[in-house]
């Protein structure tokens, strides 16, 4: 949102510009229409005792002419002034619309540099998460371990003779509650390590689904940054390709020769 608010911004700047610029060359205009238009008139001097002497028709012809020419001339002159504003706001436009493309172009690469920050960054953690999950499997399984081989101990404990053996160097008359109390110790021994065990199993799964998906969003962004990278180089091979087309000179046609 940010993001699509400070183009809105942009966008809504440079139209306001535009406008301004358009209200700009429309009143300058006006002013110059203005001052032609109320450029005051040159005060006819004063003659003092002049010689009176009649003027012969040529020379009110040669007046007229020469005011007619000198009013072609002002029309000639100002002509261009007028027909020069039109120009200038079509090159103003040309320029504004011109630094529109220019910022819509910065503003989509930096978007497209700050999704791939944000891409190298999650591809990071989502490694150290992986590694970090693998330690914790390789740990789970080393306890698994060593609970099974303890398990195995004390099965191989529970055996009756093996019981009648670990109880036979105590001197005792009733050597079937010792026998009963060494089982009840094994077996209580068995329940614990066998409920240790399951505990492990689960977390040994849960990791390995953990493991899992950690790989999959990793080979996701790696996808999504390759991907980025052959844009990114097709967009240059493009805009270079265009530039050199653009800089070539265009083949003029050369004459062809008269036939004598």
Same mark, same amino acid.
């Given at each position: =949102?940010?993001?699509?608010?400070?183009?809105? $911004?942009? =966008?809504?700047?440079?139209?306001? $510009?535009?406008? !301004?610029? $358009?209200?700009?060359?429309?009143?300058?205009?006006?002013?110059? /229409?203005?001052?032609?238009?109320?450029?005051? *008139?040159?005060?006819?001097?004063?003659?003092?005792?002049?010689?009176?002497?009649?003027?012969?028709?040529?020379?009110?012809?040669?007046?007229?002419?020469? &005011?007619?020419?000198?009013?072609?001339?002002?029309?000639?002159?100002?002509?261009?002034?007028?027909?020069?504003?039109?120009?200038? =706001?079509?090159?103003?436009? /040309? !320029?504004?619309?011109?630094?529109?493309?220019?910022?819509?172009?910065?503003? &989509?690469? =930096?978007?497209?540099? @700050?999704?791939?920050?944000?891409?190298?960054?999650?591809?990071? *953690?989502?490694?150290? *998460?992986?590694?970090?999950?693998?330690?914790?499997? /390789?740990?789970?399984?080393?306890?698994?371990?060593?609970?099974?081989?303890?398990?195995?101990?004390?099965?191989?404990?529970?055996?009756?003779?093996?019981?009648?053996?670990?109880?036979?160097?105590?001197?005792?008359?009733? +050597?079937?509650?010792?026998?009963? @109390?060494?089982?009840?110790?094994?077996?209580?021994?068995?329940?614990?390590?066998?409920?240790?065990?399951?505990?492990?199993?689960?977390?040994?799964?849960?990791?390995?689904?953990?493991?899992?998906?950690?790989?999959?969003?990793?080979?996701?962004?790696?996808?999504?940054?390759?991907?980025?990278?052959?844009?990114?180089?097709?967009?240059?091979?493009?805009?270079?390709?265009?530039?050199?087309?653009?800089?070539? +000179?265009?083949? &003029?046609?050369? +004459?062809? +020769?008269?036939?004598?």
């Amino acid at each position: =949102m940010p993001k699509r608010s400070i183009r809105n $911004f942009l =966008m809504a700047a440079l139209a306001l $510009f535009i406008v !301004t610029a $358009f209200l700009l060359v429309d009143s300058s205009a006006q002013r110059r /229409r203005k001052r032609r238009t109320s450029r005051p *008139r040159p005060s006819a001097p004063r003659i003092t005792n002049p010689a009176i002497y009649q003027t012969s028709p040529g020379d009110n012809s040669n007046n007229s002419g020469d &005011t007619t020419g000198a009013t072609d001339n002002t029309n000639t002159q100002t002509a261009p002034a007028t027909e020069q504003d039109p120009e200038a =706001m079509k090159q103003t436009i /040309r !320029t504004l619309s011109n630094q529109v493309d220019k910022l819509s172009d910065k503003i &989509t690469q =930096m978007e497209e540099s @700050q999704r791939s920050l944000v891409d190298l960054e999650r591809l990071s *953690r989502a490694e150290q *998460r992986s590694a970090q999950l693998r330690t914790e499997l /390789r740990d789970v399984q080393a306890k698994q371990a060593e609970l099974e081989a303890r398990a195995e101990d004390v099965d191989y404990a529970l055996k009756p003779e093996n019981i009648e053996r670990s109880v036979a160097g105590y001197g005792t008359t009733h +050597p079937e509650e010792l026998r009963e @109390q060494r089982r009840r110790q094994l077996q209580s021994e068995k329940d614990r390590v066998r409920k240790q065990l399951d505990q492990l199993n689960e977390s040994e799964q849960r990791l390995q689904q953990a493991i899992a998906t950690s790989d999959a969003e990793i080979e996701r962004v790696r996808k999504r940054l390759d991907a980025a990278d052959e844009a990114a180089i097709q967009n240059a091979k493009t805009k270079a390709q265009s530039e050199g087309t653009s800089s070539q +000179p265009r083949a &003029t046609a050369s +004459p062809s +020769p008269t036939p004598y």
